[in-house]
Protein backbone atom coordinates (compact mmCIF):
# COMPACT_ATOMS: atom_id res chain seq x y z
CA UNK A 1 0.00 0.00 0.00
CA UNK A 2 1.02 3.28 -1.03
CA UNK A 3 1.69 6.32 2.36
CA UNK A 4 1.16 9.10 -0.13
CA UNK A 5 -1.04 11.64 2.14
CA UNK A 6 -4.66 12.38 0.74
CA UNK A 7 -6.16 15.61 1.87
CA UNK A 8 -8.69 15.70 4.75
CA UNK A 9 -12.00 16.09 2.68
CA UNK A 10 -10.68 13.09 0.34
CA UNK A 11 -10.31 10.51 2.65
CA UNK A 12 -13.12 11.43 4.60
CA UNK A 13 -15.05 11.20 1.25
CA UNK A 14 -13.52 7.53 0.55
CA UNK A 15 -14.24 6.15 3.80
CA UNK A 16 -17.96 7.30 2.71
CA UNK A 17 -17.58 4.98 0.29
CA UNK A 18 -16.06 1.93 2.31
CA UNK A 19 -18.86 2.55 4.11
CA UNK A 20 -21.59 2.87 2.43
CA UNK A 21 -21.10 -0.34 0.68
CA UNK A 22 -21.91 -1.99 3.56
CA UNK A 23 -25.17 -0.58 3.79
CA UNK A 24 -25.81 -1.59 0.15
CA UNK A 25 -25.35 -4.99 0.46
CA UNK A 26 -27.01 -5.41 3.99
CA UNK A 27 -30.42 -4.14 2.58
CA UNK A 28 -29.79 -6.05 -0.18
CA UNK A 29 -30.17 -2.30 -2.83
CA UNK A 30 -27.75 -4.26 -5.27
CA UNK A 31 -29.04 -2.08 -8.11
CA UNK A 32 -27.23 1.17 -5.82
CA UNK A 33 -23.96 -0.84 -6.18
CA UNK A 34 -22.70 1.57 -8.87
CA UNK A 35 -22.80 4.42 -6.52
CA UNK A 36 -19.84 2.87 -4.84
CA UNK A 37 -18.48 0.93 -7.46
CA UNK A 38 -16.54 1.85 -10.95
CA UNK A 39 -18.07 0.67 -13.66
CA UNK A 40 -15.00 -1.56 -14.49
CA UNK A 41 -14.77 -2.58 -11.31
CA UNK A 42 -12.49 -5.96 -10.22
CA UNK A 43 -14.28 -7.55 -7.07
CA UNK A 44 -12.71 -10.86 -5.84
CA UNK A 45 -13.48 -12.82 -2.82
CA UNK A 46 -11.74 -16.48 -3.36
CA UNK A 47 -14.42 -18.82 -3.01
CA UNK A 48 -17.10 -16.68 -2.55
CA UNK A 49 -17.40 -14.26 -5.65
CA UNK A 50 -14.93 -13.26 -8.32
CA UNK A 51 -16.54 -10.76 -10.55
CA UNK A 52 -15.43 -8.26 -13.57
CA UNK A 53 -17.37 -4.96 -14.03
CA UNK A 54 -20.12 -3.55 -12.08
CA UNK A 55 -22.78 -5.57 -13.83
CA UNK A 56 -21.22 -8.88 -13.32
CA UNK A 57 -21.00 -7.98 -9.33
CA UNK A 58 -24.75 -7.12 -8.94
CA UNK A 59 -25.78 -10.45 -10.51
CA UNK A 60 -23.04 -12.30 -8.17
CA UNK A 61 -24.22 -10.53 -5.02
CA UNK A 62 -28.17 -11.49 -6.35
CA UNK A 63 -26.59 -15.19 -6.42
CA UNK A 64 -25.61 -15.48 -3.09
CA UNK A 65 -28.29 -17.84 -1.83
CA UNK A 66 -27.64 -16.89 1.87
CA UNK A 67 -25.90 -13.48 1.68
CA UNK A 68 -24.83 -11.94 5.39
CA UNK A 69 -26.90 -10.59 7.73
CA UNK A 70 -24.50 -7.36 8.53
CA UNK A 71 -21.15 -5.98 7.12
CA UNK A 72 -18.88 -4.74 9.20
CA UNK A 73 -16.09 -2.26 7.87
CA UNK A 74 -13.37 -0.66 10.96
CA UNK A 75 -9.58 0.27 10.59
CA UNK A 76 -9.50 1.99 7.63
CA UNK A 77 -6.13 3.00 6.25
CA UNK A 78 -6.16 5.40 3.01
CA UNK A 79 -2.97 5.82 0.84
CA UNK A 80 -2.58 8.11 -2.32
CA UNK A 81 -1.10 6.53 -5.22
CA UNK A 82 -2.14 10.04 -7.07
CA UNK A 83 -4.77 12.98 -7.38
CA UNK A 84 -7.42 10.57 -8.37
CA UNK A 85 -6.11 6.92 -7.11
CA UNK A 86 -5.77 5.82 -3.31
CA UNK A 87 -5.28 2.15 -2.41
CA UNK A 88 -7.20 1.36 1.07
CA UNK A 89 -6.75 -1.04 3.64
CA UNK A 90 -9.56 -2.09 6.15
CA UNK A 91 -10.97 -4.90 8.36
CA UNK A 92 -14.29 -6.81 7.83
CA UNK A 93 -16.72 -8.42 10.24
CA UNK A 94 -19.57 -9.99 8.50
CA UNK A 95 -22.42 -11.44 10.68
CA UNK A 96 -24.25 -14.63 8.87
CA UNK A 97 -27.61 -15.84 9.07
CA UNK A 98 -26.53 -18.54 11.17
CA UNK A 99 -24.96 -16.19 13.90
CA UNK A 100 -21.43 -17.22 12.73
CA UNK A 101 -19.34 -13.88 12.44
CA UNK A 102 -16.59 -14.13 9.83
CA UNK A 103 -13.57 -11.97 9.13
CA UNK A 104 -11.22 -10.25 6.33
CA UNK A 105 -9.14 -8.12 5.09
CA UNK A 106 -10.20 -5.89 2.27
CA UNK A 107 -8.03 -4.38 0.22
CA UNK A 108 -9.50 -1.78 -2.22
CA UNK A 109 -8.26 0.68 -5.03
CA UNK A 110 -10.57 3.44 -5.41
CA UNK A 111 -10.44 6.22 -7.97
CA UNK A 112 -11.92 9.65 -8.21
CA UNK A 113 -14.71 9.82 -11.05
CA UNK A 114 -17.36 12.82 -11.96
CA UNK A 115 -19.52 11.28 -9.86
CA UNK A 116 -17.26 10.95 -6.60
CA UNK A 117 -14.86 8.21 -5.79
CA UNK A 118 -15.70 4.58 -6.36
CA UNK A 119 -13.66 1.63 -6.13
CA UNK A 120 -12.28 0.09 -8.70
CA UNK A 121 -11.04 -3.00 -7.29
CA UNK A 122 -11.62 -4.81 -4.14
CA UNK A 123 -9.75 -7.80 -3.51
CA UNK A 124 -10.57 -9.61 0.27
CA UNK A 125 -8.59 -11.87 1.67
CA UNK A 126 -10.76 -14.16 4.54
CA UNK A 127 -8.90 -14.21 8.43
CA UNK A 128 -8.79 -17.25 10.51
Known sequence: MTNQPVPPADARAIEEV???VA???DAREYDRLGEV??????????GRLTARGLDDVIAAFRAIATPAVSHHITNVVVGGVDDDTAECN????ALRAGGEVTAAIYRDTVTRTDAGWRISARRISPLG
Open 18 to 20: LNR
Open 23 to 25: YLL
Open 37 to 46: FAPEVFFDNP
Open 90 to 93: SKAL
